[in-house]
């Protein structure tokens, strides 16, 4: 039976951490400022972003909800990003995906200065990762790496398959366990044969948004298993992309849908923000 990797938990001590930090930032006049963008109607982006808000409040952040029609245009969306960007009580921007066809997502992503993209999703960011210098690393990502150290996974010379290719997570992830010594592979749709390369890892990161469909017998025994999906089935159930129960009888440690990945999102956005407010701090002395 495997250890679950309790995400929830993980995310509250770092929440802990980051209350604290921010009480300090404020001895200093500095109140560290996300401003979230919320276009359209989508339901689930009004949760995450409603999460997002209360999070902030919770480690005594300000934040403030810029709610806009879905009829909006990309200039209009623009205009607001460049006010943003220069309001100095904001010191982190996030603008929720996706967004309404009429708008360039990439032209909107490309507009938040570099310093207050606490995404990571800054063409810049992108490549400062790419390369591996410092950077703010996009939070899913960012928050599975640091479950695998509080889990005390050391990646180096470890097989690691990815499943899912997407900019926010799958390519991203991969980066930052390349940059750990794994050696990684990233598989997706059109991969041949996924239950052998997925027998073949040690860790197992799983981004499709499938339900279910990482068979536990895939697993190899003593295999670490991430998994990033959260997918409704019925009314109320949310289940991963790993089927869980088969997968824990294989895995040395398996993190459960929910209370797993979900929780460390908005924690490592939480500590990007705070980040990019003692930034501000460092660079005005
Ligand atoms: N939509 C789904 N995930 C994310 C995320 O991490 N950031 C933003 N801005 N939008 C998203």
């Keep these: 039976m495997s250890t679950i990797i309790d995400g929830k938990a993980i995310a509250a001590k770092l929440r802990a951490e980051i209350a604290a930090q921010v009480k300090k930032l404020q001895t200093q006049g500095i109140t560290p400022g996300l401003a979230t963008v919320l276009v359209g109607e989508d339901p689930a982006s009004e949760v995450y972003v409603r999460m997002k808000g209360n999070a902030c409040q919770d480690v005594g952040m300000h934040s403030v909800k810029h ?8 200039a209009e969306l623009l205009t607001l990003v460049d006010r943003l960007n220069n309001d100095p009580t904001i010191h982190g921007i996030l603008v ?5 066809k009429q708008i360039n997502t990439d032209t909107v992503l490309e507009a938040i200065s570099p310093a207050k993209d606490v995404d990571g999703f ?4 992108v490549g400062r990762l790419m390369v591996g210098k410092p950077t703010f690393q996009p939070c899913t990502p960012y928050g599975i790496m640091v479950m695998l150290r509080e ?3 050391d990646l180096a010379g470890k097989e690691v398959v990815v499943v899912g290719r997407s900019n926010i997570v799958g390519k991203p992830v991969a980066l930052m ?4 010594h794994a050696t990684v592979t990233i598989c997706h749709s059109k991969t041949r044969d996924l239950p052998s390369k997925v027998r073949a890892a040690d860790v197992v990161i799983a981004a499709v948004g499938i339900p279910e469909m990482i068979k536990g017998e895939w697993i190899k ?9 959260v997918n409704r089935v019925g009314e109320k159930k949310l289940v991963g992309d790993v089927e869980f129960a088969a997968a824990a009888q294989r895995a040395s440690a398996i993190t459960p849908v929910p209370g797993g990945v979900g929780p460390m999102t908005i924690t490592m956005l939480l500590h990007n923000t705070l980040e990019a407010a003692q930034k501000t701090v460092a660079s005005t002395r």
């Design 67 to 74: 709610t806009l029609p879905a009829e909006t245009t990309e």
């Design 96 to 100: 929720q995906l996706p967004l309404p």
């Design 122 to 125: 800054h063409p810049y960011n």
């Design 151 to 153: 889990a005390g996974v």
């Design 177 to 180: 366990c390349l940059q750990q």
């Design 221 to 229: 025994e003593g295999a670490v298993v991430i998994d990033v999906g």
